[in-house]
């Protein structure tokens, strides 16, 4: 093996398990075992739900309640529609989409109570939105969780009564405000009846599907999740992320009561939210099995709870490239940060040294800040301002991650690419991250275990091959732990470039930053020339890219009520 063979090694597998980690699961056909989630089953129902446009107030919706109806009935539920009132906002909104004046509207929840041995142990509710935005026939948003509830209920009546009751709700009037679900858990005195909730959304039209968001205090709800999901797709970092953005779904006004929660959304495919284009042939089925999955994994494990998991401290965790998932109580990561930093007390004689921890340090410390600096420019380069569409901003995510990608690499070629990195040059580059790792432990815990993971997934490797210069076997463990880094960095930075990509592209430089810290110990080194070259052409492309971005035509699946002039989002 030549001397890049490890370099490459390491790049190849970490590419590999992030495309296995961001890639969902295979579906399973209308035949497949019936105690099992067939995403193949539930398309049926996607099929004839999302046939055409369905928003609140509509004809169309009515329709669509009616099968829903009849599909849980048929299913053996009772089944019974709540009626209210839309409020003014919803109202406003409604209004404009139509281009009417209406001074009220009634929206329809649709209830269905599977009852359980015990009727008097709080219920667990499954729930999913049944309208849709105007003009889109909504299969994923959120015709996926809808047809996932129908596919579930229908494994668990396989299973023997469950100890509680179980109860679907499919709420109305999501889309112009979470009207339906407001109504139900502020009026419905069944919403004192439950425990715990699932809830299932989507925003886009495939990718993996995500449990992002639980209950406070998730400590046990987050084990019970660990331990009976098959597919996982979830972490703690996800759950801090979207709860410090002002997104909503139905499980917001949940969340004001004492439930359990989670709650499940797919981001893939992002161009497709809202869009007239998501039809059930525009779906990613892997996505629907993804959910259903999970669903079904999570209601059969709470169904089997003799209590539903009480509050607790709240944990950290985190899927392993959708394998499973590991969780621990975040008070860990002072442990994984000190012991990295034990790794740097071997400079007993720091004068000697000093110069290369130096140079790796700074080098590090540029690509941060002129990384996340360059990012940003580009961001706005590509048209990230007010005046832009949302939606076109949305189905740019692709070719944004690319131009990340382009400035990335090429900015990590030009801060490191013409040395090689012995112990001392590489701790330089892994302090400046140790440090973020610090800041981050002490303020964000449940969030930070991808920095201190990494740095011990790292650092202590290159440690002990600096301790052991002659141990044929450490090399290569270091080299595994730090294609599992890599790995795990690429998955994350595109699902953070997903979440929040055309905002706030320069997210993605921490990420990028810790694969590189990865990779240092195992790069060659570049002549001047060649790493000066391959820096310009990247920065040049990226900005080219970035450009294409900001001029081409708006979006074909923006929805048209997004076209100028309009707020809705
Ligand atoms: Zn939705």
Redesign the pocket.
């Known amino acids: 093996m030549g001397k890049w063979g490890k370099f490459f090694a390491v790049l190849v597998i970490g590419i590999i398990l992030a495309i296995v980690a961001i890639l969902p699961p295979t579906p399973l056909s209308e035949d497949a075992p019936a105690d099992q989630f067939s995403s193949g089953r539930a398309m049926q129902d996607v099929r004839i739900i999302a046939a055409e446009p369905h928003p609140t107030g509509t004809p169309e919706n009515a329709k669509v309640r009616a099968y829903l109806q009849t599909r849980l009935i048929e299913l053996g539920l009772e089944v019974s529609t709540s009626e209210s009132q839309i409020d003014e906002l919803g109202l406003k909104r409604l209004n404009r989409w139509k281009g009417e004046s209406k001074t009220e509207q009634t929206i329809v929840n649709i209830i269905g109570v599977m009852q359980g041995v015990d009727r008097s142990k709080p219920a667990l509710l499954l729930m999913a939105?049944h309208d849709t935005v105007w003009e889109s026939p909504g299969a994923a948003?959120?015709t996926i969780g809808v047809a996932s509830i129908l596919e579930i209920i229908r494994a668990i009546k396989l299973d023997s009564q469950p100890a509680r009751d179980v109860i679907v709700l499919f709420t109305d009037a999501?889309?112009v405000g979470l009207v339906g679900a407001e109504n139900f858990f502020r009026d419905n005195p069944m919403a004192d009846t439950i425990g715990a909730v699932l809830n299932f959304?989507?925003r886009g039209g495939g990718g993996t599907t995500n449990m992002f968001q639980t209950s406070a205090n998730n400590g046990n709800a987050a084990a019970l999740y660990a331990k009976s999901v098959k597919q996982p797709s979830a972490s703690s970092l996800s759950i801090y992320v979207y709860n410090a953005l002002p997104n909503d779904?139905d499980l917001t006004p949940a969340l004001e009561k004492d439930y359990v929660a989670y709650n499940f959304a797919h981001i893939g495919r992002a161009g497709l939210y809202h869009s007239p284009k998501i039809d059930a042939d525009a779906l990613e089925e892997r996505t629907l099995q993804h959910m259903g999955s999970q669903g079904l994994d999570l209601t059969r494990a709470l169904l089997a709870a003799i209590d539903f998991p009480a509050q607790k401290r709240d944990a950290t965790f985190f899927d392993v490239f959708g394998f499973f998932t590991i969780i621990y109580p975040p008070a860990l990561g002072w442990l994984f940060l000190i012991s990295t930093t034990l790794c740097f007390t071997v400079f007993a004689n720091f004068k000697q040294r000093r110069a290369d921890f130096f140079n790796g340090a700074v080098r590090m410390v540029s690509f941060l800040v002129v990384g996340g600096a360059v990012l940003y420019a580009l961001n706005w380069l590509s048209g990230a301002n007010a005046g832009s569409n949302y939606y076109d901003r949305l189905a740019a995510i692709p070719k944004l991650e690319v131009v990340a990608i382009l400035a990335g690499l090429a900015l990590a070629i030009g801060f490191f690419g013409t040395s090689k990195y012995g112990f001392d040059k590489f701790l330089g580059a892994a302090f400046p991250i140790l440090l973020i790792g610090f800041a981050g432990q002490a303020l964000a815990p449940t969030a930070t275990y991808f920095i201190s993971l990494s740095l011990l997934m790292c650092v202590v490797p290159a440690y002990a091959r600096h301790r052991w210069p002659d141990n044929a076997l450490i090399p290569w463990v270091a080299a595994l732990l730090a294609a599992l880094v890599v790995g795990y960095m690429i998955m994350l930075g595109h699902l953070l470039l997903l979440g929040v990509g055309p905002t706030m592209l320069p997210v993605a430089i921490l990420t990028a930053a810790i694969a590189v810290m990865a990779l240092l110990p195992f790069w060659q080194g570049l002549t001047k020339s060649r790493a000066k070259m391959l820096a310009l052409v990247g920065l040049a492309l990226a900005v080219v890219l970035a450009l294409y971005i900001r001029l081409d035509p708006m979006a074909a699946t923006v929805p048209i009520y997004s076209l100028p002039g309009s707020v809705i989002h």
């Open positions: 939105h948003d959120a999501e889309e959304e989507a779904t």
